[in-house]
């Protein structure tokens, strides 16, 4: 499993986990990023820090070392609108 700091600009991943502890998984989970919710990477600074996202509908800027935290994974294709 990737972290959300992986993921490329222009990806959508699905939260799959929060690691960390205490105040900091607390802040994490205030600003609106749970398990299942979905994460569109907009843009990463020149250095990686910090990492603007799309969550809920709207824009977050994160650090890297909060990225780090958060364990996602690749949204699977919708195919049931295809069927």
Known sequence: MRTL???KIGDTVKVAKLTGAGAVKRRIM???ITRGVEIY???VAPLGDPVEITVRGYELSL???D???IL???EPENTEKNA
């Open 5 to 7: 700091r992986d993921v």
């Open 30 to 32: 205030d600003m609106g």
């Open 41 to 43: 990477v907009r843009k």
């Open 63 to 65: 650090r890297k070392a």
């Open 67 to 69: 990225c780090e935290m």
């Open 72 to 74: 996602v994974e690749d």
